[in-house]
């Protein structure tokens, strides 16, 4: 008997684990919400810190600008009077900020740089807005360099040219700057040197043009020369073009007449520097119109402007990108410069300066180039701009349901139980050496070590008559308990303890995931927090007898998914023929839901458009893959990680590819009345659509093979069992049998990774679900849900109506697309308008019934009809 004693003291041994059901080591686990650490990170903090700075900034400066017409008077007081006696006396000075504004400037003045103080003004306004903002509005380093160039330059100027005088222009750092260097070069020296100084920090700086003209002068000469100078036709024939080129749209951004030099190094370095925040601004403003953001896109995009505007500046944009290439090459080619002398003369310098940009200006194109370009640092892209603002919900919305409390199991039941296992193993003559148990939410484990000789297969063949003689309801055996060679009898707890969610989402596991999509599923039997990637599943069958906590279940994933991801990262398509179970996440429509164009409900109730909806999501994972693919990447991890490195160019298509999850509520409804319509996109989307960050998580309530066919169960490794009624449906969802042993609410069953995990699903009741849905949903979103392409059934008759009286509403912004671009492709039209292929293909017929396009070539582009906007505005006009 001693041999078989229960090991009480087991769940104190496993306290370091954090297995053990005593409370207070539970609660050490689950409440390390409030962090300090957090406290300070918090966007307030910097807000208020960001406030602190511009007011000290504005301190300064109307304490420094009164000190200018103030400082004779104040400053014999400050010398008069001690510290002392300035801060706590009650001395009269004339600055407008009173005692400490005098105080302050005359140290800044006097002991310190001068009139170069004003840029400690600019520095905490610097650092204020950066803090407000809440990013990187200014570069703080590059900045802090110019400041400190400043102080020493200015100081130094400031006593040199005026310092003889009595204010401080200089203060005591550039008097004794000025000392030192006169005393070292001279006067004159120092003058000199001033100049240098200056002059190379203004040209550094402004990179100005005063070159140009120069440079101007001699190419005019060249250019009507260079015809008749070069003596070989090759030559001549390309010095035409040059000149030409050279007239052309650059000349006039120079203002001169010449017109060698490019102007490509300014827009590079323009590019990668300070201008970078307002594009970004920009772009957000071009969310609606184009569906990609454009993270190099120029500061130009006038929202207002007529769309047959916006194409042509795209279009500008477009040649300016690929155009330098040619042009710079052109230029700087030796191909026309080697020969006789007169391009010798001045172009060799421009060589030098002007080959980078070719080569960047090549990005897109050259892809090998770029790991070994020098790249210059540029600010990555931050999807997450367009609602910058948007803070993640809190967990004070959700409940902790008492979970803390409750998991003490009672002794005397571990004890009662521990007995009735061995006495009815023993009434089949299987004797154990060791038995120990642990306590789980909502069953305990107990462990059993046969004694020397017993076989295994032995106790698993008795798995029914045991579970029968112990007669308690939900008893599970696993024998053996994989990799342990131990047997273990799952014994539902009297008490069961309800898993909250908001002690997994608290827990430091979920905090620091660095998953893709984690979901917080519900904690083992030792109390571990289940918590995997959705992105690596890559999809989840849940299935489950109605009442066993499905919905909860759904909740529960989502819930997790909407406390770590951004809108612009995640983006839900809610399936629910039931109507009611997701209809709460209407809330976060402009947030986080997807819809197809035109449509008034984000959230799929109708069987028809569920049809519709799972085949724009095919056309959105076939896009997906096209951008995969011509980006050179393989899943949307490097896609978007190429496309914030600003490596893709978003007026070729590209854009930041959020997540979607594709949630159905309930999957036998829909194949019941749709089978094959909604099972074939399913299976499409489930075997395929992973690399493009699309998943899927599919509940049914009946796990039946007519409804979990092979074709699904092959392609959802990842499969979740709640409760279910038999044995065979059980079978039906996990390939094995226990489901139907389990015992509600929210005991579930995870085969995952080939292995069998139980569960107690974390629960989120359906008020904690509204108050976060609430919390996003009050926030500013999108003007409106994520768009899917348009999907146009083939079966329904309008879709080929190619009469032009009922030609599609975006009829002429598809002829401008086309126009502008001169080019006659459907994939165009697809990419540029996100239209499914059907309405892309149609609208291509109704242009070409319009003769703007010519006749389908096959795989080929259509030829263009209509050359110029003018023409096409006519021909629109015509059509009215
Ligand atoms: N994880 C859980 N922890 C505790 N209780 C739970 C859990 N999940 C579900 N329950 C309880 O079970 C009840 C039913 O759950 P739920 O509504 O999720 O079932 P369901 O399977 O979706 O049912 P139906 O298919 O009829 O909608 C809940 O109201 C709740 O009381």
């Not at 769309?307 to 042009?327: F, H, Q, R, S, Y």
């Not at 940009?357 to 210059?376: G, H, K, L, N």
């Not at 070590?449 to 076989?455: C, K």
């Not at 612009?568 to 429509?589: G, N, W």
Request: with cysteine.
């Amino acid at each position: 008997m001693s041999r078989n004693k229960l090991k009480t003291e087991k769940p104190e041994s496993k306290k370091p684990k954090g297995p053990s059901p005593n409370p207070d080591v539970l609660k050490q686990d689950k409440e390390p919400e409030v962090k300090v650490k957090e406290l300070v990170k918090d966007e307030r903090t910097h807000k208020v810190m960001g406030v602190f700075f511009l007011l000290l900034s504005v301190y300064c400066f109307i304490a420094f600008t009164s000190y200018l017409f103030t400082w004779e008077d104040d400053q014999d007081k400050i010398f008069h009077y001690s510290t002392r006696e300035l801060f706590f006396g009650d001395v009269k000075v004339d600055n407008l900020l009173g005692r400490l504004g005098a105080y302050v400037s005359h140290n800044f003045f006097f002991y310190g740089v001068g009139i170069a103080a004003y840029l400690f003004c600019y520095f905490f306004f610097i650092i204020g807005i950066n803090f407000i903002v809440g990013r990187r509005v200014f570069r703080v380093w590059r900045n802090v360099k110019y400041i400190l160039f400043g102080l020493l330059f200015i100081s130094m100027a400031m006593a040199f040219a005026v310092g003889g005088g009595d204010f401080p222009w200089g203060g005591a750092l550039g008097d004794a700057l000025n000392k030192w260097t006169t005393g070292f070069v001279g006067k004159t020296g120092t003058a000199l040197l001033l100049l240098v100084v200056g002059f190379s920090w203004l040209i550094w700086k402004f990179n100005f043009d005063f070159k140009w003209p120069e440079k101007k002068i001699k190419p005019p000469k060249p250019v009507p020369a260079a015809a008749p100078a070069a003596p070989v036709a090759q030559a001549t024939a390309a010095a035409a073009p040059v000149a030409a080129i050279k007239d052309d749209p650059r000349k006039n951004g120079l203002k001169g007449d010449g017109g060698v030099m490019v102007i490509p190094p300014h827009e590079e370095e323009e590019i990668d520097e300070e201008d970078l925040p307002p594009m970004q601004l920009v772009e957000r403003e071009d969310i609606t119109v184009i569906p990609s953001h454009a993270p190099y896109m120029p500061p130009v995009m006038p929202d207002a402007a007529a769309p047959a505007e916006i194409e042509e500046d795209i279009m500008e944009e477009e040649e300016e990108e690929e155009d330098p290439g040619p042009l710079l090459y052109i230029e700087e080619t030796p191909e026309q410069l080697p020969t006789p002398g007169n391009k010798k003369k001045n172009e060799p310098q421009e060589v030098a300066f002007e080959i980078k940009p070719t080569f960047q200006d090549e990005e897109d194109e050259i892809e090998e180039i770029q790991p070994s370009r020098p790249v210059e640092p540029v600010d990555p892209y931050d999807p997450s701009l367009d609602l910058r603002d948007y803070k993640f919900p809190t967990l004070d919305l959700l409940e902790n349901h008492n979970a803390d409390k409750v998991i003490v199991q009672d002794t005397s039941e571990l004890e009662k139980n521990k007995n009735q296992i061995i006495d009815t193993l023993k009434n089949y003559d299987i004797s154990i050496q060791k038995i120990s148990a642990t306590v789980g939410p909502t069953v305990t484990l107990y462990e059993i070590v046969p004694a020397a000789g017993v076989r295994i297969s032995r106790i698993k063949n008795l798995e029914d008559d045991i579970a029968l003689s112990l007669s308690a309801l939900g008893i599970r055996i696993i024998a053996p308990i994989p990799g342990k060679g131990t047997i273990g009898i799952e014994v539902p707890n009297v008490k069961k303890t309800i898993v909250s969610l908001k002690n997994m989402l608290a827990s430091e596991k979920f905090q620091s995931s660095t998953m893709d999509l984690p979901i917080a599923i519900g904690k083992k039997i030792d109390n571990e927090n289940f918590i995997a990637d959705l992105a690596k599943m890559p999809h989840l069958l849940m299935a489950g007898a109605t009442g066993q906590g499905k919905s909860v279940g759904i909740n529960t994933l989502l819930v997790s998914l909407l406390y770590k991801k951004h809108p612009s990262q995640l983006k839900f398509v809610l399936v629910d023929p039931k109507k009611v179970e997701l209809s709460l996440y209407k809330l976060i429509e402009k947030h986080f839901l997807a819809k197809l164009p035109g449509e008034d409900d984000a959230i799929i109730t109708d069987t028809k458009k569920v049809i519709h909806t799972l085949n724009a999501l095919c056309i959105e994972m076939d896009l997906r893959y096209d951008l995969l693919k011509e980006a050179g990447t393989r899943n949307i991890r490097e896609y978007n990680g190429k496309f914030t490195q600003r490596r893709l160019n978003p007026l070729k298509g590209h854009r930041y590819l959020p997540f979607i999850v594709l949630v159905v509520d309930e999957f036998a409804d829909l194949i019941m009345t749709a089978g094959k319509e909604v099972e074939m996109p399913i299976a499409r989307l489930a075997q395929l659509a992973r690399a493009v960050g699309i998943h899927l998580i599919i509940a049914t309530q009946r796990p039946s093979v007519n409804i979990i066919t092979g074709t699904i169960k092959a392609n959802f490794p990842a499969r979740v069992a709640f409760k279910v009624s038999s044995k065979i449906d059980s079978r039906t969802i996990l390939d094995i049998g226990g489901a139907e042993q389990l015992i509600g609410q929210g005991d579930m069953l995870v085969s995952f990774n080939g292995e069998l995990v139980r569960l107690q699903c974390a629960f989120v009741d359906t008020p904690e679900v509204e108050s976060v849905a609430e919390f996003i949903g009050n926030q500013k979103g999108y003007p409106d849900a994520f768009l899917l392409p348009e999907y146009v059934d083939d079966k329904d008759p309008d879709g080929k109506e190619l009469s032009i009286a009922d030609r599609d509403p975006l009829f002429e912004e598809a002829a401008q697309v086309i126009v502008t671009t001169q080019q006659g492709s459907t994939s165009l039209l697809q990419r540029r308008m996100k239209l499914g292929y059907n309405r892309a293909g149609r609208l291509m017929d109704q242009l070409e019934a319009a003769n703007i396009v010519g006749p389908n070539m096959g795989s080929k582009a259509r030829e263009v009809l209509v050359r110029t906007e003018s023409e096409l505005q006519e021909i629109l006009n015509n059509l009215l």
